[in-house]
């Protein structure tokens, strides 16, 4: 498995944020996490992403757990391994497309101009490589990101929600890419509120108030390889009502339905 939770909770005071929740994510998945505002989604994807460390409980990348990793060796799982997408963009203002993604080149190893322009002009957007991103629409600084978070080619990309802030072509696009880079075996988890975006995963899971209350495949063949590597389905300790607790996953008839109602 490329990452295992193992029983993690954050626990901020009183909220359990995220509640026991344990999970496998095999190689080369694409898993969407589901749930309204505030169930936790950002929380968990910042345990994952060694941006936040979990109240309890560990979480393991290729089989190495995080909390035994010192902040160097922490920071290398970082830049090698995971690729960072969020809503708000995080572009640097006053530098180019370019040059955004150049900065995670520097990062990483070297700066190279001529990959980073080629990196942009996968996610097409190679006559807007000298643009600043004041001068991009939405979807393009989308695509400045994504192109900033496969620059460095991880194994896994995390996405929170984003196609958040994007109409409908946009998404499209940001989807397409997320279909080819799946193709090609990057391991890609998805927090979504979008109905169409959660359906394009392999497998959809589903926090309520930081409690896994449901876990979907949406491709069968995807489950049968899971299920046949000794994949067991998502978990949680927690003793909430429609706590998913046991060694079955409890479907969701219409997650994405259920996703949208949040709303954010
Ligand atoms: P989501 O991404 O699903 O909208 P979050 O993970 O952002 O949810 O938040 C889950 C819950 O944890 C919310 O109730 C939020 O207010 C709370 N929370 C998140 N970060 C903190 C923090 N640093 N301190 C206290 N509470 C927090
Ligand atoms: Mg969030």
Redesign the pocket.
């Known amino acids: 498995m490329l990452l295992e939770l193992d029983h993690i909770s954050?626990i901020?005071?009183s909220?359990h944020?995220?509640d026991d929740l344990s999970l496998t994510v095999p190689d080369g998945e694409w898993l969407a996490i589901v749930?309204?505002?505030?169930?936790?989604?950002?929380?968990?994807?910042?345990m994952i992403g060694c941006m936040d460390t979990p109240s309890k409980g560990s979480v393991s990348l290729e089989g190495r757990k995080l909390e035994d990793l010192n902040a160097t060796q922490l920071a290398d799982v970082r830049k090698n391994l995971i690729g960072l997408v969020f809503q708000k963009f995080y572009l640097v203002p006053h530098l180019t497309a370019v040059e955004n993604v150049m900065v995670a080149q520097y990062y990483h190893s070297v700066v190279d101009e001529k990959e980073a322009l080629a990196a942009l002009d996968r996610v097409g957007l190679n006559d807007r490589a000298h643009h600043l991103p004041s001068q991009l629409s939405g979807g393009e600084q989308q695509r400045v990101c994504i192109a900033r978070a496969l620059i460095n080619c991880p194994k896994l990309i995390l996405a929170?929600e984003p196609t958040g802030n994007l109409d409908e072509k946009n998404e499209k696009i940001v989807l397409d890419l997320f279909r080819q880079l799946h193709k090609q075996g990057t391991t890609i988890i998805v927090?979504t509120h979008d109905a169409l975006v959660a359906s394009c995963a392999e497998r959809e899971i589903m926090?309520n108030h930081?409690v896994l209350v449901g876990e979907k495949w949406n491709d069968d063949d995807a489950r049968a390889k899971y299920e046949a590597a000794g994949g067991k389905p998502a978990s949680t300790g927690s003793t909430a009502e429609g706590a998913q607790t046991g060694e079955t996953a409890i479907g969701f008839a219409d997650p994405t339905k259920a996703a949208k109602t949040g709303g954010?």
């Open positions: 954050k901020y005071g909220l944020a995220v749930g309204s505002s505030g169930s936790g989604k950002t929380t968990l994807m910042n929170d927090v926090l930081g954010e």
